[in-house]
């Protein structure tokens, strides 16, 4: 269910991601949801979706983004609990498995983990079994996941490619590294930005000037300059890439 977009939208879309799979999608067993509101909150749209989900017997539910399928108040914790209550016995009694997009906060410095910059009642963060969150730093995106049950994979620099009109937008696993010394990034400021982004929570000056190894004075005045900015977001005594809040290719999702 993309709520943002419309249906002509969505196909492009599901179209350049098959193109680029080397896949067909009329082949593929996806079917997307085209009603003009859906509302997760209301009992006639939760028993719609319900029989939607059992007819259709999908193994993955998509739902994006989560803030357009309601109208309950984000903050208030009761609210939230009811709507993720119902999608997980949505779950449990339909077996399948449900994705929920979310956006993050504005500038979000709630903590150190991902999961709690985003928007709203933090019931969100804890209801998720597995989470993905992308941060955007310029054109750099580092995807960094948490899941309730095992162990977590590095964080992961991923890059938006195919983007230009009839291409085929995809996100691509990248060396930042190696992306950053061909475009002879040296400079301070996007070696400070691209080891924060590579980071899964935020750093403090020392362990930053031993990363990158460089003097102390030149390191503070870089993290000033950055902050200033709004490259880099200041945490108590540590620096984080701020997570941004909507729009492609950076959403914060769960």
Same mark, same amino acid.
């Given at each position: @269910? @993309?709520?943002?977009? +419309?249906? /002509?939208?969505?196909?492009?879309?599901? $179209? *350049?991601?098959?193109?680029?799979?080397?896949?067909?999608?009329?082949?593929?067993?996806?079917?997307?949801?085209?009603?003009?509101?859906?509302?997760?909150?209301?009992?006639?749209? &939760?028993?719609?979706? !319900? $029989?939607?989900? =059992?007819?259709?017997?999908?193994?993955?539910?998509?739902?994006?983004?989560?803030?357009?399928?309601?109208?309950?108040?984000?903050?208030?914790? *009761? &609210?939230?609990?009811?709507?993720?209550?119902?999608?997980?016995?949505? &779950?449990?009694?339909?077996?399948?498995?449900?994705?929920?997009?979310? %956006?993050?906060?504005?500038?979000?410095? !709630?903590?150190?983990?991902?999961?709690? #910059?985003?928007?709203?009642?933090?019931?969100?963060? +804890?209801?998720?079994?597995? #989470?993905?969150?992308?941060?955007?730093?310029?054109?750099?995106?580092?995807?960094?996941?948490?899941?309730?049950?095992? !162990?977590?994979?590095?964080?992961? /620099?991923? &890059? $938006?490619?195919?983007?230009?009109?009839?291409?085929?937008? %995809?996100?691509?696993?990248?060396?930042?590294?190696?992306?950053?010394?061909?475009?002879?990034?040296?400079?301070?400021?996007?070696?400070?930005?691209?080891?924060?982004?590579?980071? =899964?929570?935020?750093?403090?000056?020392?362990?930053?000037?031993?990363?990158? =190894?460089?003097? #102390?004075?030149?390191?503070?005045?870089?993290?000033?300059?950055?902050? *200033? %900015?709004?490259?880099?977001?200041?945490?108590?005594?540590?620096?984080?890439?701020?997570?941004?809040? /909507?729009?492609?290719?950076?959403? *914060?999702?769960?």
């Amino acid at each position: @269910m @993309m709520a943002e977009d +419309a249906a /002509s939208v969505v196909k492009t879309r599901l $179209l *350049g991601l098959c193109r680029h799979r080397g896949l067909a999608l009329a082949a593929l067993p996806i079917d997307v949801i085209t009603a003009a509101a859906v509302r997760i909150d209301r009992e006639r749209d &939760q028993d719609r979706l !319900a $029989l939607t989900v =059992r007819r259709a017997k999908p193994r993955l539910l998509v739902l994006d983004p989560f803030v357009r399928l309601h109208r309950v108040d984000e903050n208030d914790a *009761g &609210q939230v609990a009811a709507v993720l209550g119902y999608l997980r016995t949505l &779950q449990r009694d339909l077996d399948v498995a449900v994705l929920v997009v979310h %956006h993050a906060r504005k500038n979000g410095t !709630a903590g150190p983990q991902a999961g709690q #910059n985003l928007r709203g009642s933090g019931d969100l963060h +804890a209801w998720g079994d597995s #989470n993905l969150y992308l941060r955007r730093a310029d054109d750099a995106l580092t995807l960094t996941v948490e899941h309730r049950a095992s !162990a977590a994979i590095a964080p992961t /620099s991923l &890059q $938006l490619t195919g983007g230009h009109p009839g291409g085929d937008a %995809h996100l691509a696993v990248v060396d930042r590294a190696a992306l950053e010394l061909a475009h002879g990034a040296t400079d301070i400021d996007q070696a400070v930005i691209a080891a924060l982004s590579r980071a =899964r929570e935020p750093l403090g000056r020392s362990a930053l000037r031993d990363l990158l =190894r460089v003097r #102390n004075e030149r390191l503070g005045e870089a993290l000033t300059r950055l902050v *200033g %900015h709004g490259a880099v977001t200041r945490v108590g005594d540590r620096w984080c890439v701020p997570i941004p809040t /909507s729009g492609p290719p950076g959403n *914060g999702t769960t």
